[in-house]
Every structure is written in C-alpha cells, then in structure tokens.
C-alpha cells in the first residue's frame, strides 16, 4: 500500500510532496524529533530529555516510514520542511507496549482515545490510516504545510484502499486545521486536567488546549 506514491508539486510555490524514501530517513528524523518534541503539548509537560526521546522513537518511527503512507515536504533544494507520520492503525494495537518506554504517560493517554475508536468502530480498525506524528520547520511556518501534507494524505490514503483517516490532536493549531478547516469530526476526548496515570495528573496544567482529540 502506498508505494506507487509520487512526488507532488504544492498549488502554493515553495515547496514539493514526497514519500520518505531512504535518503530522507534521517534528515526527516532529525525534524520530527527537534521540532516535534519541542513543540508538542505533552513531551514539553513531561519535561522531555532530547537524546531518550530520539533513542526511544527511532525503531518506532522507521517502522511506521516502512509502511510507505508518511510524507515529506522538500524546498526546491532539498531540505527537508515539514513531515507526515503515518501508519495502518492496526499497527498502532499491535506494536510491543515497550515501544515508548519513556513515556508511558502519553502511551496511556493516546492508548485511551484509540480503544475509545477500537470500541465504537471495530470494523474501521483494519481499514484507518493514524496520522502519528507532524513537524514543520520554523522557518517555513505560514506556508500551509501542514494543511497540504493532511490534505495530499487523505488522498493517498484513498488510493491506498484506506476508508477512515484518523489524528489524536493535542495542538490548538492542528485541532482548528483539522476541525474547523477540514471537516474532521471528533470522535473521542480527553481533558488534561481530568487524566490520571498511576495516581498523577501529569498534563493538568496544559490549558491552551484544555483537551486532546481523536479526530476523523
């Protein structure tokens, strides 16, 4: 699925899309874990150690580029600007539970949403598409990257035989794109401040945005 993907020019000038082939495997990393990590809600609230995030998520992230449904966008020269994680959500069930060891707080809070899904959706599992992980560059902020890697996406994923598109969102930027510019429809919800793990509140005081969203 996916690999017959190619290479997209965007409608606005600065950028091109492409599937993350093995060239682009590290410099693509290297974005999704500097800009990701720094600017995500819950690894910041957790107070995230740069080098045990980037050993803990690379076996994960190349298996989900392995799949062949993630995406780059590239400059005219090369650089890498932005990036879409993707992978079969029945991956996301399947993988080993020691996957992101560190962080079994955010394994816990995502797990919930997705069994929430799993519940109300049993026969969608094999046939979604997670969207798991999106970074853009700062310098290439305001350039509608993010809109266009969901947008080019959503219709890969068709081709590739998928029905259901789906993101856990805990940006207020992402939840406006995708819900209010997009059409997604919520389809579970946690409230930081009401999340427990073993006994802790670790992102009550996330307040902008005060939830994390399942969306489709």
């Not at 996916?2 to 091109?16: I, L, V, Y």
């Not at 050993?55 to 990036?83: T, W």
């Not at 993101?167 to 997009?182: D, E, F, Y």
Request: glycine share 6%; proline share 6%; net charge neutral.
């Amino acid at each position: 699925e996916g690999r017959g993907a190619r290479s997209t020019a965007s409608p606005m000038s600065g950028f091109t899309i492409t599937p993350i082939t093995a060239n682009l495997l590290d410099p693509v990393f290297d974005l999704a874990t500097r800009v990701f990590a720094a600017s995500s809600n819950l690894h910041r609230a957790l107070n995230e150690d740069m080098t045990r995030y980037s050993r803990a998520l690379r076996p994960c992230f190349e298996a989900m580029v392995a799949q062949h449904h993630s995406l780059a966008a590239l400059s005219p020269d090369g650089q890498v600007l932005g990036c879409l994680i993707a992978t079969h959500l029945e991956e996301a069930f399947t993988a080993p539970q020691d996957t992101l060891a560190p962080y079994p707080q955010i394994s816990a809070l995502t797990g919930q949403l997705l069994q929430t899904y799993r519940t109300d959706r049993p026969s969608g599992v094999n046939h979604t598409l997670l969207v798991d992980m999106a970074a853009t560059h700062p310098d290439a902020r305001h350039l509608g990257l993010y809109s266009a890697l969901r947008a080019h996406i959503e219709t890969q994923a068709r081709t590739a035989g998928f029905t259901f598109n789906l993101g856990a969102h805990s940006s207020a930027i992402t939840q406006h794109v995708v819900l209010s510019r997009m059409g997604h429809r919520k389809i579970a919800e946690i409230r930081f401040a009401e999340f427990e793990w073993n006994g802790t509140w670790p992102f009550q005081f996330i307040t902008s945005p005060p939830s994390v969203v399942l969306a489709e």
